[in-house]
């Protein structure tokens, strides 16, 4: 497969700077892994390549 025919990742927007991840695809997707942003706005699943990016506006709180 060459590079260009490799779709991008998938951008999900989310409203808090702790998001999980497990692939998306049921069994065919990766362990349930837990990412946090810290001080930026967004983060990349190391399995999938899938980018959250806090939504414009969103605080980032957990609300705990």
Partial sequence: ???ASASP???IEVEE???ACDGGNAALGHPM???EMG????VA???CGRE??????ATGGAGH
């Fill in 45 to 47: 699943c190391p399995y």
């Fill in 1 to 3: 497969m060459s590079a």
């Fill in 9 to 11: 990742p998938e951008i």
């Fill in 52 to 57: 959250f990016r806090l939504k414009a506006g």
């Fill in 39 to 42: 001080d930026e706005n967004h």
């Fill in 17 to 19: 700077k702790r998001v």
């Fill in 33 to 35: 892994i837990y990412l």
